[in-house]
T-cell receptor, first 119, second 113 residues
Framework: NAGVMQNPRHLVRRRGQEARLRCSPM?????VYWYRQLPEEGLKFMVY????????ESGMPKERFSAEFPKEGPSILRIQQVVRGDSAAYFC?????????????????FGNGTRLTVT | GENVEQHPSTLSVQEGDSAVIKCTYS??????FPWYKQELGKRPQLIID?????GEKKDQRIAVTLNKTAKHFSLHITETQPEDSAVYFC????????????FGKGTKLSVKP
């Protein structure tokens, strides 16, 4: 049973370019979450998606960042016109539908992350 | 929204000693509290979790306790080993968030041989 798959593992972009990060959830999981982690810091929530639907994007910067989870294919986190401050590790996680856990929250299973470096 | 505070930010212990990491949360509706271990350059991995209908849970050398009244929960690691050295994150989730986890800032644990 493959875990959460993220690619690429490392991504280098020059300032002003676009970055696309991909995430395929674990088999049977319908919910995807994106987190950002700066060096020596914690995990900051960015966005939470179901298939074809954004549930919560309260952690997403208002500009340049967008996310989608299409009916077919992986979830994509897109960063337009990258700046040096976007350099970070971006982790994707997945979980089963909340109602399958009796109303309690459920564990998130993380991918290995994409380390974005903006030069 | 939920806010999770974690202490200490760094913790150094001798091999064989116990380590305790504490977290507090702000939203009384939170009902699920996982702990993650992250080794350098790797992904966070779930090590133990607890639901709000339970006060304590143990798995070998690791235990978690929850005090709902005080809104705090703790991770206890006994008989620490050098391979326990990592950053540990607590998190909280509530049904209203539909599963989203809010993380503490992490504790860097160093176990000295």
């Amino acid at each position: 049973n493959a875990g959460v798959m993220q690619n690429p593992r490392h991504l280098v972009r020059r300032r002003g370019q676009e970055a696309r990060l991909r995430c395929s959830p674990m088999k049977g999981h319908s919910h995807v979450y994106w987190y950002r982690q700066l060096p020596e810091e914690g995990l900051k929530f960015m966005v939470y998606l179901q298939k074809e639907n954004i549930i919560d994007e309260s952690g997403m910067p208002k500009e340049r960042f967008s996310a989608e989870f299409p009916k077919e294919g992986p979830s994509i986190l897109r960063i337009q016109q990258v700046v040096r401050g976007d350099s970070a590790a971006y982790f994707c996680a997945s979980s089963p539908a909340p109602r399958s856990t009796g109303g309690f929250g459920s564990p998130l299973h993380f991918g290995n992350g994409t380390r974005l470096t903006v030069t | 929204g939920e806010n999770v505070e974690q202490h200490p930010s760094t913790l150094s212990v001798q091999e064989g000693d116990s380590a305790v990491i504490k977290c507090t949360y702000s939203d009384s509706a939170s009902n699920y509290f996982p702990w993650y271990k992250q080794e350098l350059g790797k992904r966070p991995q779930l090590i133990i979790d607890i639901r709000s209908n339970v006060g304590e849970k143990k798995d070998q050398r690791i235990a978690v306790t929850l005090n709902k009244t005080a809104k705090h929960f703790s991770l206890h690691i006994t008989e620490t080993q050098p391979e326990d050295s990592a950053v540990y994150f607590c998190a909280a989730s509530y049904a209203g968030s539909q599963g989203n986890l809010i993380f503490g800032k992490g504790t860097k644990l160093s176990v000295k041989p």
